[in-house]
């Protein structure tokens, strides 16, 4: 038998409302801020995440699924969608547009080979934002409320909210050295790609999975001392809104992301914990991202959070979205004739507008009764040979468990007037 490739799921029918649900509370919150959704395709050209999200990234190093296809082109599924919104926004010359900044969202599949575990999947789905024209920091504050307010939303209470600043190319460039000089003695007691790291992007170091433990990775230099005084004062600005909004954060010098396109503010927000995966959600800015893609100089801010690790936070939290939605009608047939009748009657209904079905295995009316309430039917109506023979139906209400005849012709507005 052939099986469902390593990290990766199916979503079930019974577990896909809770998708749309939480697709359709992304997409309210979008509108509310006034973000537009942008979509790109699942695959991009390699070169656009190697030069995005760095060479020396994990992602790129070690978890694209990348490809050949029969005309020779070399191709990523996207692992992450920044980059495809950058790329689309530079090709669509999205700068010129009167509308700035340019504020979109997506969501949808991304695609990273890493160790499958609970909220780390092969796929995942990333719901996302990206502002894109404005160096502003109260944009900043406004993604990072934008994603709050969705948590908040769908009823999560165990939100923390982490944050720090990269600073400007001149303050990370003295962060930089900083490190070389730090990390250089020793580098030979790190692994092979801290040792790659180290001149080619040193930053990378501190976030590295092998390496995580070794004392020089908690007293390396922290960016917080080198930011100039422009990238502060800017860090300054983007924490006061923060504070005037009522949105409580923690600062952690150490935060430094998986991806090489950040600058000024980055930022995670953690929840409940269930097993070691507790971030829920990441981004930052990431000024000269679109000029490195082609485009004009132009800042940029975003964060994306993925669906699976949000439903391991709801099921931490003990929240439940609510069940799949009731039937309006089943229509049950007793005997053959009245058999006959249904499919007419049931597409009636659902011209209408309303949501209603029959049984199509020859269940016995006993049987037909019982996949009424599995479908959670708020009406069964009823027909048989005596019913036929007068053009009415028995309309029986499941909920108080009345019941009445209603002639053919007026069904559907009995029922639309009933619900
Ligand atoms: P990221 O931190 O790589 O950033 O991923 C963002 C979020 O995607 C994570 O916090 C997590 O919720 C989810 N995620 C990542 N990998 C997996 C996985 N294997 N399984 C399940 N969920 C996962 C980015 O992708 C940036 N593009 C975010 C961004 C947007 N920065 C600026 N704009």
């Not at 719901?127 to 999560?156: N, R, W």
Request: net charge negative.
């Amino acid at each position: 038998m052939i099986q469902i490739p390593r990290g990766t799921y199916d979503v079930l029918p019974e577990d896909a409302f809770k998708w749309q649900k939480i697709e359709a509370a992304a997409r309210e919150i979008c509108a509310r801020f006034n973000y537009k959704e942008l979509r790109t395709p699942l695959f991009e050209s390699t070169a656009l995440f190697q030069r995005g999200v760095g060479d020396t990234t994990d992602i790129v190093q070690k978890e694209m699924y990348s490809f050949k296809d029969r005309g020779g082109r070399e191709l990523t599924l996207r692992p992450e969608g920044t980059a495809s919104i950058v790329r689309a926004y530079v090709e669509n010359k999205l700068y010129g547009d009167p509308n700035q900044p340019q504020k979109l969202y997506y969501i949808g599949p991304m695609f990273r080979y890493e160790r499958p575990q609970a909220g780390r999947n092969r796929q995942f789905t990333q719901f996302g934002c990206e502002a894109l024209g404005s160096a502003d920091p109260s944009i900043d504050a406004e993604v990072i409320s934008l994603a709050m307010t969705f948590y908040q939303t769908l009823g999560l209470k165990k939100l923390k909210l982490v944050l720090n600043s990269l600073g400007d190319p001149e303050s990370r460039k003295a962060h930089r050295d900083a490190l070389i000089a730090h990390f250089k003695p020793s580098i030979g007691e790190f692994c092979d790609d801290c040792q790659q790291r180290l001149e080619k992007n040193p930053l990378r170091i501190l976030d590295c999975k092998a390496d995580h433990n070794h004392p020089l990775m908690a007293t390396a230099p922290s960016i917080i001392d080198y930011l100039n005084d422009a990238s502060r004062d800017y860090f300054n600005k983007v924490k006061a809104i923060l504070d005037e909004m009522g949105i409580d954060y923690e600062l952690d010098p150490t935060l430094v992301r998986g991806l090489d396109y950040y600058n000024h503010t980055t930022f995670e927000i953690m929840g409940a914990s269930q097993g070691a995966i507790t971030t829920l959600m990441g981004g930052g800015r990431y000024n000269g991202l679109v000029s490195e893609l082609g485009g004009p100089e132009t800042p940029g801010i975003g964060f994306a959070l993925s669906i699976e690790r949000l439903l391991l936070a709801l099921e931490v939290e003990g929240i439940s979205l609510n069940s799949d939605p009731a039937l309006d009608g089943f229509v049950v047939a007793i005997g053959e004739a009245a058999e006959q009748k249904t499919p007419v009657l049931l597409n009636r209904l659902r011209l209408a507008g309303l949501t209603a079905d029959k049984d199509y295995i020859g269940r016995k009316v006993k049987g037909q009764f019982k996949q009424a309430d599995r479908d959670k039917a708020k009406f069964v109506v009823v027909i048989g040979d005596e019913e036929l023979e007068q053009e009415k139906a028995v309309v029986k209400n499941m909920a108080d468990g009345s019941q009445e005849a209603v002639a053919f012709k007026d069904l559907t507005d009995y029922l639309k007037e009933k619900i």
